[in-house]
Nanobody, 113 residues
Framework: QAQLVESGGGLVQPGGSLRLSCAAS????????MGWYRQAPGKQREFVAG???????NYADSVKGRLTISRDNAKNSVYLQMNSLKPEDTGVYYC???????WGQGAQVTVSS
């Protein structure tokens, strides 16, 4: 059964960096498109970034140039490198196997001074 486990969240000051990781199991990772979503307090969950099985990426306009999604098929993992973080990036970040209902449990990211 498919499982996604996020790690790497935490508290960071504005302008700082964090790297989220998502370890996948229970399905053939290399042929699946993967994505990151986030949910801020009181708001709906929103798409942040996606990466296809072939490595093509796309991003929400609000994070372009600051957040980078990548994958390592040998490690069955997808990553989100977050730079120049802003308070509005605060939220719970979820890894998702795209085109499915497979989600991770979420990782809290708080950007605050």
């Amino acid at each position: 059964q498919a499982q996604l486990v996020e790690s790497g969240g935490g508290l960071v000051q504005p302008g700082g960096s964090l790297r989220l990781s998502c370890a996948a199991s229970g399905f053939i990772f290399s042929i699946n498109d993967m994505g990151w979503y986030r949910q801020a307090p009181g708001k709906q969950r929103e798409f942040v970034a996606g990466i296809t099985s072939g490595g093509s990426t796309n991003y929400a306009d609000s994070v372009k140039g600051r957040l980078t999604i990548s994958r390592d098929n040998a490690k069955n993992s997808v990553y989100l490198q977050m730079n120049s973080l802003k308070p509005e990036d605060t939220g719970v970040y979820y890894c998702r196997r795209l085109w499915s209902n497979n989600w991770g449990q979420g990782a809290q990211v708080t950007v605050s001074s």
